[in-house]
């Protein structure tokens, strides 16, 4: 795969108020996702604000735990609007 592939193959990821909102309906701390991603809460801090985003690895297992949580709590929709 070229890198423009690897680009535009990235999985999208809802927006920043959507990430803390589906984090916050679990019951979840920055903290606790952060040991779970392996990142830094700093990091991930600055991934819910949209200061910053994930790198590769990061990036799939986020997408993975925000997809599980939003099927848990399909009150709040990954496009950053109420469902």
């Given amino acids: 795969m070229d890198a423009i592939e690897a ?3 990235r999985p999208n990821l809802p927006p920043p108020a ?3 909102a589906l984090r916050r309906a679990d ?4 903290a606790e996702v952060a040991e779970a991603l392996e990142v830094s809460r700093v990091a991930f801090h ?4 949209g200061q910053a985003e994930p790198r590769a690895r990061s990036r799939a297992a986020y997408l993975r735990l925000l997809q599980g949580l939003a099927k848990k709590h399909p009150e ?3 496009e950053g ?3």
């Fill in 46 to 49: 600055r991934w819910e604000t």
């Fill in 18 to 20: 959507a990430r803390a």
């Fill in 27 to 30: 019951g979840l701390t920055q």
């Fill in 81 to 83: 609007k109420p469902a």
């Fill in 7 to 9: 680009l535009l193959s």
């Fill in 76 to 78: 709040i929709s990954m």
